[in-house]
């Protein structure tokens, strides 16, 4: 195999931001080491000021393929993932067709990927109303943990869980030791807000907001909390947005139980004040809510209560978003930031004080750590995926579609000023993305945590 060395004098590795060499043997890091060892026979590639990134992983993806690939689709979203950093997306087990929610059907996802992607990928099984004798096979079958709505996810083929339900699931989730990532909002606390707006104003952002409280969020992660007591589950909030809820979490980690949080770019980047009535790309579950709850988010990634930023990425096609009609009752709700999120993340963060090593724990190591692909995936280490985003934290630009790279240009961030340019990607050694292009073909793969785990 031919040895390459990526050099740089902002290498992002877990003990810190240095200048360093890193040494690629064939798909996997060999060495980071100082500059002036590079063996002479390497093929160096020298990015000199620009900060090599460990490549970014998205815990939190709607792919929508098979049976939904006009929303998005391998291919795309993929490629989207390649121009933002990311060389591993996890997909959620809803908006697909099947859901994920069997065997079969995560063999049908299979073969829909077949030599279509851009990035590696993995796929969380579902755990829906009916489906508990399922678990313990879609573990066997390779998937890294399981994802369920505690509430009406909206789209056919996916059943929300109730409490009796999930409390039927448990003991099968808990065998695996999978995590189980949960979208956690109650139903209750949205019906009754909702009833008093049946005839408010639906094009303005504040009754969408109103219809859908912090309560509905703190309730459900409260019952979720129990659950974890009760189970001893490993337990996932997906896209918290509720700022009320941190003191709980923080107490139910100190506590001791194996609770993770995940909050997304969108709810630490726009703020509800900001949001024009009939603005229905802005539209997303749970909302985006004020600029104090934006800040304490910040402060809840700040302390470690929120462990990791995924993106949620969740498209559709433009008509849905009724942007004719700007009805936030009846729009699509789901922000696409697969091609913008380190961007995004960079923009805010830097402005806060964090370095490109908090965004590489977040958008990375934390990420695959849930997913767990954290042998592999994450770092810029030894014996890991030769994975790179090789980014310029000084650039700036301004969002356009040509930038989007995903299926349908819906995006909240257009005509945007960010700060942070991804300049080429690298997956496995090899670039899939540089310079506005994707070279080569398609060879992401599937990480599959049942074969990772006896192989290695
Ligand atoms: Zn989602």
Known sequence: MELQAFLSRRVVTPDGIRPAAILVDGEKI???I????VPR????????????????????????????AEWEGFETATRAAAAGGYTLLVDMPLNCLPATTTVASLEAKRAAAESRCRVDWAAWGGVVEDNQADIGALAAAGVPGFKCFLVDPGIGGFTMVTEQQLRAALPAVARTGLPLLVHAELPGPIDTASETLSSADWKSYSTYLQSRPQEAESAAIRLLLSLCREYRFRLHIVHLSA????????????????VTVETCPHYLHLTSESIRDGSTAFKCAPPIRSRENREMLWEGLKDGVIDLVATDHSPCPPEMKRFEEGNFRTAWGGISSLSMALPLMWTEASGRGFTLLDVARWMAEKPAQLAG?????????????????????????????????YRHFVSPYLGERLRGVVKATYLRGKPVFVKCKFPGSPMGREFRLATANSND
């Open 30 to 32: 060999h060495a980071v």
């Open 34 to 37: 100082p500059q002036d060892q």
């Open 41 to 68: 026979y390497a093929r160096v590639c020298d990015f000199d000021e620009a900060v090599i990134l460990p490549g970014l992983v998205d815990s939190h993806v709607h792919i929508n393929d098979p049976g939904r």
């Open 243 to 258: 700022s009320e809820a941190l003191q709980e979490l923080k107490a139910a980690r100190a506590e001791g139980l194996a």
């Open 373 to 405: 692909c954290h042998m592999h995936k994450g770092k810029i280490e030894p014996g890991f995926d030769a994975d790179f985003v090789v980014f310029d934290p000084g650039g700036e630009f301004v969002v356009s579609e040509q930038r989007l790279h």
